[in-house]
């Protein structure tokens, strides 16, 4: 008897800040599901993310972590086996700023944009993030929408 199909998943700077400040309100949240995802109990995989969203978290932990942390979260990322880390190229980040340019009314980053073009070519329909940007852009927000932690 096999679980439920995998379901792909992208995961955002958001949560990956989340596991590496023990004092953000979703760190327990984080641990959970990023648990679920690598015992095999939650049924995400491949799981994704981007070098733009790295980039992001390691900018956002040496502002709000220090340097030492910045590098930690970045490293555990960059050498696990659960994450598979996606280039922003050229026809990616075209695409991304086509959508940014597109998106007058909304306050939606470029890194946002640019994992949404990249999720879109993968077919992938949720995002492990903690902001309604994902919402807005067509994606199902992990775990707030799926009901997993």
Do not use: W
Request: aromatic residues 10%; glycine residues 6%; hydrophobic residues 40%.
């Amino acid at each position: 008897m096999s679980g439920p199909e995998p379901t792909p998943l992208f995961v955002d700077t958001g949560a990956f800040y989340a596991r590496a400040d023990e004092d953000d309100k979703h760190h327990e949240t984080v641990k959970r599901v990023f648990d679920g995802i690598r015992t095999g109990d939650l049924a995400y995989r491949p799981v994704y993310t981007t070098q733009a969203v790295l980039s992001e978290l390691a900018t956002l932990c040496l502002y709000k972590l220090g340097h030492d942390d910045a590098v930690r979260a970045l490293t555990a990322v960059r050498e696990s086996e659960s994450f598979n880390t996606l280039p922003v190229g050229r026809s990616a980040f075209e695409a991304a700023a086509g959508q940014f340019g597109e998106h007058d009314d909304q306050e939606i980053s470029f890194v946002d944009h640019t994992t949404a073009t990249l999720a879109d070519e993968r077919d992938v329909g949720h995002v492990f993030a903690f902001d309604s940007d994902f919402r807005t852009l067509g994606f199902s927000l992990v775990p707030e929408d799926v009901n997993v932690a």
